[in-house]
């Protein structure tokens, strides 16, 4: 913890650094209701927090589509301005949308700060967070391919030096340069993921006749948690978006039966299509999986939409079909927020059996509610997932199944 020049006390993360300040924008489209639209500031606010800002304001445009030239209106872009002005602590503006290199030369321009977008955040914290060398390749192809098509935008300060002599030639023989050169880079990017998806490959195919298992779910979901349960290994899992980045296999037996187990990258709401592509080999590992464990915080106001953000996700990776079963995670976090001292024990036990039916009903899928960090009712889940196993194994590899 640090001090402001006058004395006030400055907040900072986990790291020790200070933390930046900022504002939040989120765009009411029509059809939205203004609980839509917090519950995406909500989330942005995680994301900003990650990253290393803390929200101090929000604010909300009620808008049918984005202005071409600010995103939002010009009176709401006053607005903001007005409020920095008058709290010049705030470091950055971060909006819940992507924005266009021109708009966010435009906003920058008129509020004098710096501005981010939504994909632009999560490729930071993702950046931040990449640890292996994969990881790390992955990331900056996402930063690139994002960067390619805005450069144009980055260049508007040329624009007013029109008519300079020396000037103008020079600038579009850079930005061409600076295209060149990142094209160059995203070439040179794209073999090396390459090499390592083909290496990847080798590894899953040396992995041998094992039914695999895929843990998959929002960002924060606890994947990682329930995983060093599951296998007793020392995954990192962290109460933080997007706390792991790489992929992790570990080799579990139950009874004599084998399998590997996976933890992958969490999703979230509008992933940037760049991550999804340069994630490509670790989304593999999904598509290579035999059955699919849904990891789900319950606990979370609207665990509802983030199962639909997962589910069209896995749509997209055309796993959709694959066997699936779904872990209502963090019930202990659900008692404490919805549950008060009071409520007798059948009351609450027939809440929970109602929300375990709703969730079936809804996907027509096995579903257990769980508690990863207090190991409450993993011994069911272990029983669940067991017998999809040795189902899996019987169809697939029947001999094996006899050596048990």
């Known amino acids: 913890m640090t001090f402001d020049w006058d004395g006030k006390v400055k907040k900072t993360n986990r790291e020790g650094r200070d933390l930046e300040r900022a504002v939040l924008v989120g765009l009411q489209k029509f059809g939205m209701t203004e609980v839509d639209v917090n519950e995406h500031l909500d989330e942005l606010e995680l994301l900003a927090d990650t990253a290393g800002a803390v929200a101090v304001r929000r604010f909300i445009q009620k808008i049918h589509s984005p202005d071409s030239r600010y995103y939002i209106r010009k009176g709401k872009v006053e607005e903001i301005r007005q409020y920095i002005e008058a709290h010049p602590e705030i470091d950055l503006v971060i909006f819940d949308e992507d924005l266009t290199a021109k708009q966010a030369s435009n906003l920058e321009e008129y509020l004098q700060r710096k501005i981010v977008d939504r994909t632009t955040l999560i490729l930071d914290i993702f950046a931040r967070r990449a640890k292996t060398a994969q990881a790390k390749a992955q990331v900056e192809l996402a930063q690139l391919q994002y960067l390619l098509p805005r450069l144009r935008g980055m260049w508007t300060h040329l624009e007013r030096q029109r008519g300079g002599i020396g000037l103008r030639g020079p600038g579009e023989k850079e930005i061409e340069t600076d295209r060149r050169l990142i094209r160059q880079r995203i070439a040179k990017l794209k073999e090396r993921l390459a090499r390592l998806d083909k290496q990847a490959q080798t590894r899953r195919k040396s992995r041998g006749e094992f039914v695999k298992v895929a843990l998959v779910g929002y960002t924060n979901a606890g994947k990682s948690t329930l995983m060093n349960v599951l296998s007793k290994s020392q995954v990192l ?26 933890d992958t990258v969490g999703f979230i709401r509008k992933l940037p299509p760049h991550l999804v592509e340069s994630f490509k080999s670790t989304l593999d590992e999904i598509r290579d999986a035999d059955i699919l464990l849904h990891v789900v915080d319950v606990s979370h106001r609207h665990f509802e939409h983030q199962m639909e953000s997962v589910t069209k996700t896995l749509a997209e990776l055309d796993v959709i079909h694959k066997p699936t079963i779904i872990a209502l995670n963090k019930v202990d976090r659900y008692e404490e927020r919805y549950f008060d001292d009071y409520l007798e024990d059948d009351i609450r036990q027939s809440i929970l059996d109602e929300l375990v039916e709703n969730v079936r009903s809804k996907y027509r899928q096995p579903v257990v509610l769980i508690s990863a960090v207090q190991k409450r009712n993993i011994d069911h889940l272990r029983k669940t997932l067991a017998a999809y196993i040795r189902e899996m194994y019987l169809r697939k590899y029947p001999y094996k199944v006899q050596h048990w």
Do not use: G, N, Y
Not at 237 to 262: G, I, N, S
């Open 237 to 262: 899992q962290e109460d933080r978006l997007f706390a792991t980045l790489d992929t992790t296999v570990r080799k579990v037996v139950w009874d004599a039966m084998p399998f590997l187990l996976t």
